[in-house]
């Protein structure tokens, strides 16, 4: 087990690019984790938290209805001709609080720049270290895990940050729990039938973190992660079409574990798919995914580069970010999606490059950042043949005649265009 200081051994995303497999290592992190109203007014009319009498606790007490979750906006249907808000989706995978603090910090940032954003919480945060046997992995060993347990502390520590997010409005989807990758056991390997085991033991972790932990006399976390828990994002992005299957049957809406463009999502297998984007660096002649981790193998190869260059490769992050953010804003509108990891990799460059994106575009006008499950909420009340027509706009396309044109009337039923892929510089397995 690790040190109280360093409670946690964060999992890291990767993914198939150009054919070849991005790395993605447990330990590539050395094991460690890492202003007024806004555009879509949730602060202005947000509901208020439930009252305690509302209060109903669900099973051991680990997890509580109290009402309807706060500050979320009411989606609105696009009128004829109206322009498209252009959302933009921050995500964190693991999403546990260790002595970083990065899960309280962006919590106030996102409060501050009047964000909403999905926390993608491993399960395996809320079990201690001496329970690890209660956790029984698809094709592997009970008790394993390739990203630790945590101790109480932790737990304690990630459940304060868990509750206040939600009551924030932010989202709690889930990246499962052992972040298992590769041929050997990988969640690529895992049957349907598997990951519904998974899913089991995420939603079993959360709603038993008091008896699993000892805290019996903590506070609730403020939902029913049986309804709250409605979309994921896959270890290493690997395992997306057997999982997806789990998910639909269990009531997942959303997936975000693909690889796409910044083009209006659609529906696989009945949920929406919100793929990371390839996005531009800044210099560079290819694009990467929009996540922290893919920037760093590309950049530095290793969670410890040259010093000297951490605050230019933060700062090529950033920019490849905001360049993302201005072919959308300016072009077809669609949202873009962001990962992240709360880790201090390069120097915690990323995380610089992360926030003052934050700082910059979710101010501006008509610009909503969202979790996943406001986007979702969002696109279920739109029109599906304005969707449809939306799906046409390739990366970086205005409507020539402008919105007002494009959208004027009920358009055709259109198919979604396919589009040329991009070209991707794979990254190196280590």
Same mark, same amino acid.
């Given at each position: 087990m690790m040190a109280a200081t360093k409670r946690i051994a964060f999992g890291v995303a990767a993914v198939t690019l150009a054919g070849s497999l991005a790395a993605c290592s447990g330990s590539a992190g050395q094991g460690a984790p890492g202003a007024g109203q806004g555009a879509h007014g949730a602060k202005k009319n947000a509901p208020k938290p439930a009252p305690m009498s509302a209060v109903r606790l669900i099973g051991d007490g680990s997890t509580a209805y109290t009402g309807k979750q706060p500050r979320l906006p009411k989606p609105q249907r696009l009128k004829p001709g109206q322009t498209p808000?252009?959302?933009?989706?921050?995500?964190?995978?693991?999403?546990?609080?260790?002595?970083?603090r990065l899960f309280s910090h962006f919590r106030e940032v996102g409060k501050k720049y009047d964000a909403t954003m999905t926390y993608f919480l491993?399960?395996?945060?809320?079990?201690?270290?001496?329970k690890r046997h209660l956790y029984d992995p698809p094709q592997h060993s009970p008790g394993r895990s390739d990203i630790g347990f945590n101790d109480v502390g932790g737990i304690s520590d990630t459940v304060e940050q868990l509750r206040g997010a939600w009551l924030?409005?932010?989202?709690?989807?889930?990246?499962?729990?052992?972040h298992f990758c590769g041929k050997d056991g990988g969640v690529g390997t895992?049957?349907?039938?598997?990951?519904?085991?998974?899913?089991?033991?995420?939603?079993?972790?959360?709603?038993?973190?008091k008896t699993n932990s000892g805290l019996r006399n903590a506070k609730p976390l403020p939902f029913d992660y049986d309804k709250e828990l409605v979309g994921a994002r896959t270890p290493c992005l690997e395992g997306q079409k057997n999982m997806m299957a789990a998910g639909r049957e269990l009531?997942?809406?959303?997936?975000?574990?693909?690889?796409?463009?910044?083009?209006?999502?659609?529906?696989?297998?009945?949920?929406?798919?919100?793929p990371l984007q390839l996005v531009p660096v800044p210099g560079r002649a290819f694009e990467t995914l929009s996540m922290d981790y893919n920037f760093m193998v590309n950049q530095s190869g290793t969670v410890k580069g040259d010093p000297a260059q951490h605050?230019?490769?933060?700062?090529q992050m950033r920019d490849g970010l905001l360049q993302a953010f201005d072919r959308s804003y300016h072009g077809?509108?669609?949202?873009?999606?962001?990962?992240?990891? &709360?880790?201090?990799?390069?120097?915690?460059?990323?995380?610089?490059?992360?926030?003052?994106?934050? =700082? #910059?575009?979710? !101010?501006?006008?008509?610009?909503?950042?969202?979790? &996943?499950?406001?986007?979702?909420?969002w696109l279920d009340v739109q029109d599906p043949q304005v969707l449809? =027509? #939306?799906?046409? !706009?390739?990366?970086?396309?205005?409507?020539?005649?402008?919105w007002a044109s494009f959208l004027a009337t009920q358009p055709a039923a259109a198919a979604p265009s396919a589009g040329a892929a991009s070209q991707v510089k794979p990254a190196e397995r280590h």
């Open positions: 808000p252009q959302f933009v989706v921050f995500s964190w995978d693991g999403a546990g609080e260790d002595s970083q491993s399960a395996v945060y809320l079990l201690p270290e001496d924030d409005g932010n989202e709690i989807g889930t990246h499962f729990n052992g895992w049957s349907t039938e598997e990951w519904k085991s998974e899913i089991a033991q995420v939603k079993a972790f959360v709603k038993r973190w009531g997942f809406r959303y997936d975000s574990s693909g690889v796409g463009k910044q083009v209006w999502p659609k529906k696989t297998q009945g949920m929406w798919d919100f605050e230019f490769w933060g700062n077809n509108r669609a949202p873009l999606i962001i990962g992240n990891h &709360f880790e201090s990799w390069n120097g915690g460059t990323y995380m610089r490059a992360v926030e003052e994106t934050i =700082k #910059m575009v979710c !101010l501006k006008r008509d610009v909503r950042c969202v979790s &996943f499950k406001q986007l979702a909420d449809a =027509k #939306m799906r046409t !706009l390739e990366v970086g396309e205005n409507p020539q005649q402008g």
